[in-house]
């Protein structure tokens, strides 16, 4: 690949992670309501969630998903039934007081499941190395291995770019936990984030639905 063409593709990660999605909503609530560290585990979730997801579009596995009418339709409502679950988790977690270092161990674990759940049931992240990424593949690739190659460094670097933007809106929506240390305000406050999340979740949903 080429220098212009690596800057487009780079470009083209970038404002598609910036745009609006079940990651970037998902992570502001955690940072904001329950601190940095839950965070930080959430965004690994992620990161090998979409790591996971590029290496099998690159083995062909997401193009057969593509095809399958039933299994794109289970992997859209299925993912989006699962924000919804997530936001009602979020909704009861919100009047519970958060957690000291000590027993914030489960917690991680916990958080790191959700992040790779959303992204293994993400339609966003399946459609982009479907529809986005094969277009920065190399056409006269010698052979099948090499464009496979290519396809896992192309999605390497999306992974980081992801990852990058990520801690950025952790290490940003943290900041705001100390002003919703008061009890009401922090209750509040994440139950707001859960109805957002919801609102998500029924974005995502319509959003990926096929003409």
């Not at 593709?9 to 309501?33: D, K, Q, R």
């Not at 090499?146 to 929506?173: D, G, K, N």
Request: charged content about 10%; hydrophobic content about 50%.
């Amino acid at each position: 690949m080429d220098l212009s063409s690596l800057s487009a593709y780079i470009f083209t990660c970038l404002v598609i992670e910036l745009t609006p999605g079940p990651n970037m909503g998902f992570l502001a609530l955690v940072a904001a309501t329950r601190g940095r560290r839950l965070g930080f585990s959430t965004v690994a979730g992620i990161a090998l969630g979409l790591l996971v997801v590029g290496v099998l579009a690159a083995a062909g596995v997401a193009t057969f998903v593509d095809r399958s009418e039933f299994f794109y339709q289970t992997l859209r409502f299925g993912g989006g039934a699962y924000l919804l679950w997530l936001a009602l988790q979020q909704w009861r977690e919100a009047d519970k007081p958060v957690l000291d270092a000590q027993h914030m161990s489960p917690m991680v674990r916990r958080y790191f499941r959700y992040g790779l759940t959303v992204n293994l049931l993400n339609p966003k992240a399946a459609l982009f190395y479907i529809a986005i990424l094969p277009t920065y593949l190399h056409s006269n690739a010698s052979t099948e291995s090499s464009t496979i190659a290519e396809a896992v460094w192309l999605t390497l670097i999306y992974v980081s770019i992801a990852t990058t933007i990520h801690i950025l809106i952790v290490l940003f929506s943290s900041t705001l936990q100390p002003v919703f240390q008061k009890e009401g305000l922090r209750r509040n406050t994440a139950r707001g984030f859960a109805l957002l999340l919801a609102a998500i979740a029924v974005w995502m949903v319509w959003q990926s639905a096929r003409p």
